[in-house]
């Protein structure tokens, strides 16, 4: 592709590994101040996650030490050096094409979640169209999996939803998809929000969904047939008594983000609200807790 003096653009193409458990805030910062899309290189039960982004040749390599400052102030543990990014120079339409490559569909039982540009159908699917902005948000993560299975079991027509940390708006898009009345997504993140706000319009779900920047005062005065919070295990505690409030009698609270060794707390966490009518259900090292109100 031409720059603005005509001749083809080029860019570096970078490449490193970092931990599992730290690769997506690190995506999300590359996404804000590099580049419009990551490529991850994950191998099953590998405790790193390959990265691979591209930035203008003209910008330099300065971006290999912010990144690396970046890393250490969320990664305490190891000294990340900038020579651990290696780059090379490539041609814009390579870049191009290799990110749309790396973007595969993924389908949870009888929805495929897909790029804009994905333009294969797929018989008897309910599709939903995810710009891929965000490294969190394109349906891979076996939590936005769970939460789709359990919405896929438990949410009916005509029903509210309130999705609180809504990320790329899967859930909310699909609950729309699913006959929902209305449904009120939010999140504490602008680039989700922004994000979103997007899917919602390429997913022509505009008249039933509502995306905004904020969390559970959202909710307030309001009472919803079904409540989903993806979210970490301290926001769900802090949160968890305003997140009852705001479900209906004989509504449905879904929690994710949790992990396995979660499971204890949880189970005190919920003795304590006494809640005693609930499923979990379970995705490698992740549960989610569908909660009968």
Known sequence: MPGKNGKEEKYFEAVFSVPRAIYEPIC????????????????????????????????????????????????????????????KIIANIEWEQSYKDSIKPIRVENVIIKPPWETRQFNNAMEILIEPKMAFGTGSHETTQLCIKEILKHFKPGQTMFDLGCGSGILSILAAKMGARS???????????????????????????????????????????????????????????????????????????????????????????????????????????????
């Open 183 to 293: 449904v009120a997504g939010v999140d504490i993140d602008i680039v989700a929000v922004q994000n979103a706000g997007e899917n919602i319009v390429i997913n022509e779900v505009t008249d039933k969904v509502k995306i905004a920047f904020g969390s559970i005062e959202k909710a307030a005065g309001g009472k919803y047939d079904f409540f989903s919070a993806n979210l970490i295990k301290s926001t769900i505690v802090e949160l968890m008594e305003a997140m009852i409030e705001a479900v209906k009698p004989g509504g449905i609270l879904l929690l994710s983000g949790l992990l396995l060794q979660d499971k204890p707390s949880m189970g005190e966490l919920l003795k304590e609200y006494q809640l005693e009518k609930f499923d979990i259900i379970q995705d490698g090292q992740w549960l989610a807790y569908t909660i009968y109100l």
């Open 28 to 87: 999300d910062f590359i996404i804000d101040n590099y580049s419009k899309g990551v490529i991850l290189e994950e191998e099953e039960d590998s405790p790193e996650v390959g990265i691979r982004f591209y930035v203008p040749e003209g910008r330099g390599l300065l971006f290999k030490e912010e990144l690396s400052e970046f890393i250490a102030r969320i990664d305490t543990q190891e000294v990340f050096s900038p020579e651990r990014i290696r780059t």
